[in-house]
């Protein structure tokens, strides 16, 4: 397991910030960070960084500023993406809560942003099945929706309780003031 932030080169100083608050927010977690940028569309950067790649990863967007891991979370959820039939589990009870299970349940396919690109860990096979060419990560999550509502080839899980919690630096492409005042009280 890696965990890959994902971003444009215009914005790398901003995955730097992420990078640092996750390994503050867990300091002993052993997964190797990898800042994946390019200059293309979101959709083609995580299309060529997917090539060759087998082994599960965490993804983050360069705006996320990670204040709180749970461990406990973050085994359940490894332990739900272990199942050949799932692809992906989200890591935030967003934008609906899942179904069944204890710590992790079913994601309804069929409802809006089925695709998110909220912290998730993701099979590489499953979000390359998820992503097409020069898609912004806006388009992919709602076009990546609509995908998943007309032919899933795996499931989708997610935690029932935060197992990342993060403020997002930008809101709609401008900087959270929310986000810039936590980070002010919570400095590196």
């Not at 890959?4 to 990078?19: F, G, K």
């Not at 989708?156 to 900087?175: C, E, H, P, S």
Request: proline share 6%; hydrophobic share 45%; aromatic share 12%.
């Amino acid at each position: 397991m890696r965990v890959v932030i994902a971003t444009y080169e215009p914005n790398l100083w901003l995955a730097e910030l992420a990078e640092a608050y996750w390994q503050r927010a867990w300091p002993e977690c052993a997964w190797p960070v990898e800042v994946v940028s390019g200059s293309g569309a979101w959709a083609d950067v995580m299309l060529d960084w997917l090539q060759g790649q087998t082994e599960p990863f965490l993804l983050l967007l360069e705006d996320y500023i990670t204040t709180h891991v749970d461990k406990r979370l973050m085994g359940n959820a490894q332990t739900a993406l272990s199942r050949p039939d799932v692809g992906t589990v989200r890591l935030v009870p967003m934008p609906r809560q899942p179904v069944g299970g204890k710590y992790v349940g079913w994601h309804n396919v069929k409802l809006p942003y089925a695709m998110s690109l909220q912290a998730a860990l993701w099979k590489p096979d499953a979000l390359r099945i998820m992503l097409r060419p020069g898609e912004c990560a806006w388009a992919t999550e709602v076009r990546g929706s609509q995908r998943a509502k007309q032919r899933a080839h795996f499931r989708f899980m997610g935690t029932k309780d935060w197992a990342i919690r993060y403020q997002n630096y930008l809101a709609r492409g401008v900087v959270n003031p929310d986000a810039e005042r936590w980070m002010r009280e919570h400095g590196i």
